[in-house]
T-cell receptor
Framework: DTEVTQTPKHLVMGMTNKKSLKCEQH?????MYWYKQKAKKPPELMFV???????INESVPSRFSPECPNSSLLNLHLHALQPEDSALYLC???????????????FGEGSRLTVL | AQKVTQAQTEISVVEKEDVTLDCVYE???????LFWYKQPPSGELVFLIR??????QNEISGRYSWNFQKSTSSFNFTITASQVVDSAVYFC???????????????FGKGTKLTVNP
């Protein structure tokens, strides 16, 4: 099983809504990532969780709230978003085993978010 | 700081032509990893190859080949006999080796959009 599964694939929300994006992997990876990708741009790192602890927050606005309930799950809670937050949100995971990590990220297919 | 430069924004070729996508990187680390990802119109990022900084051997996988040269900090990707299905955005990316307590990032180039016309 080498999949990173993201749900939902598409999400439309208003600026006052609260919604969540979910990501799951069962590869035993201990690092999980959220990336944001705007149209015609490369993915940009938002958050990194390492061993279920937040290790990197790339100065992301607080209207994005990540959560890592366990080593297999990663959520991104969304609240009071702006239209400019519309983008493809990609989840990824990597092994993160000391001495053995190759830095390779496995990406999900993404959740395409539209904020009206 | 890490940086990846893909100078070619868009390339258009005719089917069966060979095409090379350029990638130049910057890093201060001696241990690092280079990647190529493909992003078709459907949106997912598809892993193509990983190379570590100690392995400068070129690699061939079917119609794909990669030329890694540390002396010029380049990791170029060639598609031989291109096909319409190769049309996608291709990203070159760099990550530094993770160490406990250190930071880790996969930094992407801006991508090259390849269009293969029939």
């Amino acid at each position: 099983d080498t999949e990173v599964t993201q749900t939902p694939k598409h999400l439309v929300m208003g600026m006052t809504n609260k919604k969540s994006l979910k990501c799951e992997q069962h590869m035993g990876h201990r690092a999980m990532y959220w990336y944001k990708q705007k149209a015609k741009k490369p993915p940009e790192l938002m958050f990194v969780y390492s061993y279920e602890k937040l290790s990197i927050n790339e100065s992301v606005p607080s209207r994005f709230s990540p959560e890592c309930p366990n080593s297999s799950l990663l959520n991104l809670h969304l609240h009071a978003l702006q239209p400019e937050d519309s983008a493809l949100y990609l989840c990824a995971s990597s092994l993160r085993s000391s001495g053995a990590d190759t830095g390779e990220l496995f990406f999900g297919e993404g959740s395409r978010l539209t904020v009206l | 700081a890490q940086k990846v430069t893909q100078a070619q924004t868009e390339i258009s070729v005719v089917e069966k032509e060979d095409v090379t996508l350029d990638c130049v990187y910057e890093t201060r680390d001696t241990t690092y990893y280079l990647f190529w990802y493909k992003q078709p119109p459907s949106g997912e990022l598809v892993f193509l190859i990983r190379r570590n900084s100690f392995d400068e051997q070129n690699e061939i996988s079917g119609r794909y080949s990669w030329n890694f040269q540390k002396s010029t900090s380049s990791f170029n990707f060639t598609i031989t006999a291109s096909q319409v299905v190769d049309s996608a955005v291709y990203f070159c990316a760099l990550s530094e080796a993770w160490t406990p307590g250190g930071s880790e990032k996969l930094v992407f180039g801006k991508g090259t959009k390849l269009t293969v016309n029939p």
